[in-house]
């Protein structure tokens, strides 16, 4: 049988990853591997080459996976095997999908795009290689890169996982406005790789070369390890003016690029319209205060904001906008703490509501912007579910006097219902992802809009001399980002006139330009590096992505039009859309197409709780040829990711068994992505000693019950302050300098002692945090028989001296990795303190959940047996 392993290439504007397994480590060399990027005028266009051989004695199957940037647009992609050029071939995705359904009728596999983080998506393809021979994959993509907070980044993850002969980094950055900062950064750079890296930067010119030696990657020079492996980041801006910006023309294109500089910051009216749903409970609710309470830090005192939270009721914190002012953004803050998740999803109401407190809102700033910021993390359940006719009526509320932000939390959102709305309303849509970093997410959306300094921007050129523009008129523009129009010129002009019209906080604003055609195109001239078309695909890069996001907007007829044209200009410049694919064909023995598929954000799914099991069966059940003859093992289905529908070879997945029983103990391994369910026994002690950590000053202790196998009270000890809280089924009782506290858990309340917060949500948990802690927070569960689920949040604080049944897994737990032991895959062995315990993957219920009919796949301990 032929030996397989997993080369990968993974790039964000150059992200590149090796990975394979230990037995066939190194079979497949890596002796060049480059990523060559241009950067012209924001615009990047980059080459990623790797030339890999097979130094085993027999033919291996090699996997050529790329990540790169949801924005970017593939362009070229091709394998040159013995001198032989393999290309891809970009085509009408209808046409390519019947190609591609003609070779899988033929028994020949499909190669996928799909989408692989919040940036990221994957293109994969694979090649059976020959023993001794050469193969040599060349990828090619564009994008526009965008300017953020004041910055362009281009982040480059390198992770090789072996010692690379030729590694080169090329970047070239041309920027005829004048390059105003240049900075590099690296999370694995040592003072040996440091000398590897140069970086050259004139006015207008940069030049960044990372090129270390075999002995510069090495970890020791004793061993064959490699350093490279994290990011690597280009970070610039350019110079501006307070002009009516910079236009570029090269053969009768041009770009125009916008961004003032020292503009007076337009006052905010802000609603935040926030889901307190059952779904958000948890950690989606921690998350959303946490950012909530910096936000509200960054309000400037001439802002006026309010809170609308709802479930199947919306509630308005106050009946009107309040001014920014230290007392009123204290007194939302302490609103904000006690914000907890229960009931249905009322969307609609919601949003009416708020349209309605703007539309009504008196003594506002005369000359200010006023914004509705939604956050939710499902689909209406409460009141008008249709989600047509919510889009539709909010959108005739709105009346265009409003922007309207829709950020969904997690992936039980619809996305395409999300992203309707808000660019019908002049907003954008956002994903947030369920990471340990989603209140940053949070934040870092708000400081993206945080700072609005034009309004009403209208862009114009000649009409009679300029075709095929881009989008000239804009709602908003926010500081640190930037305008771009493009367009053709369309007869001989001498100048090219620009005049900008807009307002600012304090008047009306209008610049205007003219740009010398012949001295703009001179700019360019005899610049090596440069790739000359540029302007003309930045353009059809520009064009495309607007009229695919207006398609989302539009009714079918025009969403139809506006389709056909964006396909058109997709197989004019050979770009991969959402509209077009690219078909690969290869030599396996005989000759297999494979195809690659545009994805989008509106059908971005939830990653698989296990993809490694999955990607390895398919991996093993492809190699054996297995796919027609044993169709109980395998199967042909379809899939979709963001709206494009693609083929693919998967094996049929088990239904995972329902749960019938709650764990006792239920825990996240720190640093992994491993939950365990423990299970002790202690009856016959008086509690049990949980958790210890003496520079935490916390301890915590419990008592199983007498009848059911699970916990009946946790008593919660803290050094500083001194307090002592004892949580039952009954009621939660603190005590602190020699006063005693009890919270009952028929209703919500929330109480501070001397920073240690304390907070009951009714009949369903209580949280226990103080600053830069580890948070305890303890569910009560009443059905099927009472108890108290145990669990903690923000365990990065635990110290190394944690102790105790539970706290020696936050420090002294690891899951061995012993390939001489034969094990079940649903088997493995966790070393605690020294001691081997026997993991079992098994699927319990999740008290941590607001609804406990989705299983939690853990690995179940038994500390008694």
Request: glycine share 6%; proline share 4%; with cysteine.
């Amino acid at each position: 049988m032929e030996d397989r392993m997993l080369l990968s290439l993974m790039v964000f504007s150059s992200l590149i990853v090796l990975a394979e397994t230990s037995a066939q480590k190194h079979a497949f060399e890596i002796y060049s591997l480059r990523v060559d990027s241009k950067v012209t005028s924001r615009f990047a266009h980059t080459v990623i080459t790797s030339k890999v051989v097979n130094r085993a004695n027999e033919s291996r199957e090699a996997t050529f996976e790329v990540e790169l940037p949801k924005t970017a647009f593939i362009t070229n992609f091709s394998m040159s095997i013995d001198g032989k050029v393999y290309p891809g071939i970009i085509k009408e995705k209808a046409s390519a999908q019947k190609e591609y359904d003609a070779a899988v009728s033929h028994g020949q596999s499909a190669g996928l795009v799909k989408i692989t983080g919040r940036k990221l998506e994957q293109f994969q393809v694979s090649v059976n290689i020959a023993a001794g021979s050469k193969v040599t994959f060349e990828l090619t993509y564009e994008e526009l890169l965008k300017r953020q907070l004041g910055k362009f980044e281009l982040l480059i993850k390198v992770q090789p996982k072996q010692l690379v002969k030729h590694f080169q980094i090329d970047v070239h950055i041309f920027e005829p406005q004048g390059i105003r900062f240049l900075e590099t950064d690296s999370t694995f750079m040592t003072n040996e790789l440091s000398q590897a890296l140069t970086k050259v930067q004139s006015e207008t010119k940069a030049h960044i070369l990372f090129k270390p030696t075999v002995d510069q990657q090495r970890v020791k020079p004793e061993l064959d390890e490699t350093l490279l492996n994290g990011d690597f980041i280009v970070r610039y801006d350019v110079e501006r003016g307070a002009t009516a910006g910079d236009i570029q023309i090269v053969n009768g294109y041009f770009v125009h690029y916008f961004a003032p500089v020292e503009m007076p910051v337009f006052p905010k009216n802000v609603i935040f319209v926030i889901d307190r749903s059952g779904s958000m409970a948890g950690r989606k609710i921690e998350q959303t205060r946490d950012a909530l309470l910096k936000i509200l830090q960054d309000l400037r005192p001439e802002d006026h904001f309010s809170f609308i939270t709802f479930n199947s009721k919306v509630v308005e914190w106050k009946s009107s906008l309040l001014q920014a002012t230290a007392e009123n953004v204290a007194s939302a803050t302490g609103f904000v703490q006690t914000l907890s998740a229960s009931g249905g999803t009322d969307i609609s109401q919601a949003l009416l509501t708020a349209v309605g407190m703007l539309d009504k809102a008196e003594e506002l700033p005369e000359r200010s912007v006023s914004m509705i910021i939604l956050l939710t993390d499902g689909q209406p359940t409460s009141g008008e579910n249709n989600v047509e006719v919510i889009q539709e009526s909010i959108q005739k509320a709105i009346k265009g006097k409003y922007a309207l932000f829709c950020l969904g939390f997690g992936f039980d959102v619809s996305y395409k219902f999300l992203e309707k709305m808000s660019l019908s309303n002049g907003g954008i849509a956002r994903r947030i992802y369920e990471n340990a970093d989603a209140a940053l997410q949070l934040q870092g959306f708000y400081h993206e809009v945080a700072t609005p300094i034009l309004m009403k921007i209208e862009m114009q050129y000649p009409e009679n001399a300029v075709e095929g523009l881009t989008k000239n008129n804009f709602k908003l523009f926010f500081e640190g980002s930037e305008i771009i129009v493009s367009g053709k010129i369309s007869n001989e002009l001498d100048l090219l006139p620009v005049e900008i019209k807009a307002q600012t906080h304090t008047s009306d604003l209008t610049l205007k330009e003219e740009a010398n055609v012949k001295e703009k195109e001179q700019i360019f001239q005899n610049q090596s590096y440069i790739f000359g078309d540029f302007i003309e695909r930045l353009w059809a890069y520009l064009t495309i992505q607007q009229l695919l996001e207006k398609s989302v907007s539009a009714q079918e007829e025009d969403q139809k039009a506006l389709e056909a044209e964006a396909l058109k200009l997709s197989l004019q410049y050979s770009f991969v859309t959402p509209l077009t694919s690219m078909v690969v064909t290869k030599p396996v023995g005989h000759q297999q197409t494979e195809i690659a598929n545009k994805p989008t954000e509106a059908e971005n799914k939830k990653p698989s709780s296990s993809p490694t099991r999955d990607v390895s069966r398919q991996r093993s059940a492809r190699l054996r040829g297995q796919w027609r003859h044993e169709p109980e093992s395998g199967s042909i289905r379809k899939l979709s990711f963001k709206g494009v529908s693609f083929v693919r070879l998967i094996e049929k997945m088990r239904t995972p068994p329902l749960a019938n029983e709650y764990p006792q103990l239920l825990l996240q391994l720190p640093k992994q992505n491993e939950i365990i369910c423990l299970s002790t026994d202690g009856k016959t002690q008086p509690s049990v000693h949980l958790l210890s950590d003496p520079e935490q000053g916390l301890t915590v202790t419990g008592k199983l019950g007498d009848r059911e196998n699970h916990f009946e009270w946790f008593e919660i000890t803290y050094m500083n302050p001194p307090a002592q809280i004892h949580i039952s089924m009954d009621e939660i009782t603190i005590s602190h300098n020699n006063e005693t506290t009890r919270l009952p858990w028929k209703e919500s309340a929330t109480s501070t002692i001397q920073g240690l917060q304390v907070s009951v949500e009714k009949e369903r948990s209580f949280t226990a945090s103080l600053s830069d802690t580890v948070t305890v927070k303890i569910s009560l569960i009443k059905s099927p028989y009472g108890f108290l689920g145990l669990y903690f949040l923000n365990t990065n604080h635990f110290s190394d001296k944690v102790s105790g049944v539970l706290g020696q897994f936050y420090s002294k737990a690891q899951f061995e990795n012993n390939p001489s032991i034969n094990q079940r895959a649903d088997e493995r062995l966790l070393s605690i303190s020294g001691s081997e315990h026997k993991a079992t993957r098994q699927y319990k219920k999740d008290y941590r959940l607001e609804s406990t009919s989705d299983p939690v796949s853990c690995w179940s301990i038994d500390l008694a047996s």
